[in-house]
């Protein structure tokens, strides 16, 4: 792989806010994010856990803020970041590299800054599959005033626990999962491996779960008590089909709902197999590279 030695220099966009990103072999994703970061975001954080691709090149390029660090899970990878970057921003966002914020959403945010009547904003974001919009959408909190959050610590699916007030924020993130689907089914298979993992020693989940809690306890009442539905993939399917409406893009939508189902039944068949011969999954490395250094490293 050719190594650029280009470096360059991050101007502070119009917006106060720590936009931070965690990456491994995101170099597909990471021109078009920080395009779109690019005259808006105030400062840019990446922790990347030993990429092998030109994800450190391109960030470097753009002189975002690059520290290298050991990937243990997510819920872990993210606190370190709240806790050891130097974040001068007043707010703090949560960013994936496949996502883009709408220009409709960057204006909001601002706006909802310059109001300054909360501690953390929540805000919709749309699933896109296989190069197309799909009718699918979350509701999560991806901003909060710097120092009031921490994260769930958890392998994987890890939450964003504010302390203080939160209102949403009109507009749509975009989340462009995937640029295939060899891409889409391998990182299906590292994450439905650790949500076995955590199934099989009945770890704590992100909240309480509590099926008359707020909505994500009640979400993770349903994670916790799932396996015991008759009838839970179908049941499952049709949910992704025609209640969140994946019906209306057509094959894709199809596909996407019965992918996704299969990636929860999936999830199932790893943690019995864990329960009937007692052995976890040998780790093996997906992909990770050596030290870049060019930048910090940190354990």
């Known amino acids: 792989m050719e190594v650029s030695s ?20 995101e170099g597909h994703n990471m021109r078009d994010v920080l395009e779109n970061l690019k005259g808006w975001a105030q400062e840019v954080f990446l922790i990347d856990s030993y990429s092998k691709d030109n994800t450190i090149d391109i960030a470097l390029e753009y002189g975002i803020n690059v ?14 970041a709240l806790k050891s970057l130097p974040i001068t921003a007043p707010w703090t966002m949560k960013l994936d590299p496949d996502e883009r914020i709408t220009q409709i959403l960057k204006n909001n945010i601002i706006k909802a800054f310059n109001e300054n009547d909360a501690d953390g904003f929540s805000l919709i974001r749309r699933l896109w599959f296989m190069g197309k919009p799909m009718p699918v959408k979350q509701k999560l909190i991806r901003i909060w005033k710097t120092g009031k959050c921490k994260f769930s610590d958890v392998a994987v699916n890890e939450h964003p626990l504010v302390d203080g007030k939160i209102k949403q924020i009109q507009g749509e993130l975009e989340h462009h999962d995937s ?33 008359f809690g707020n909505s994500l306890k009640q979400r993770m009442w349903l994670k916790k008590n799932f396996w ?38 999936i999830i199932e068949f790893k943690r019995r197999e864990m329960e009937i011969t007692g ?12 030290p870049d250094p060019r ?5």
């Not at 520290?67 to 370190?80: A, I, L, M, S």
């Not at 994450?191 to 076995?196: D, K, L, R």
């Open 67 to 80: 520290v290298q660090r050991r990937f243990r899970n997510f819920g872990d990878q993210w606190n370190f």
């Open 228 to 265: 015991h539905f008759p009838f839970r993939y179908s049941l499952l399917f049709c949910y992704y089909y025609f209640i969140k409406g994946a019906w209306k893009a057509g094959w894709p939508g199809y596909a996407w709902a019965k992918l996704r189902t299969e990636h929860i039944r």
């Open 179 to 211: 640029p295939n689907l060899e891409h889409w089914i391998e990182k299906q298979n590292r994450y439905s491996t650790a949500e076995a993992i955590m199934a099989y020693k009945n770890e704590s989940l992100s909240a309480e779960p509590k099926i």
């Open 6 to 25: 280009k470096i360059g220099c991050w101007l502070p966009g119009n917006a106060p806010v720590a936009v931070i990103m965690i990456s491994l072999n």
């Open 295 to 299: 930048v910090p490293q940190y354990d």
């Open 279 to 290: 052995q976890l999954p040998d780790f093996r490395p997906y992909g990770p590279g050596q």
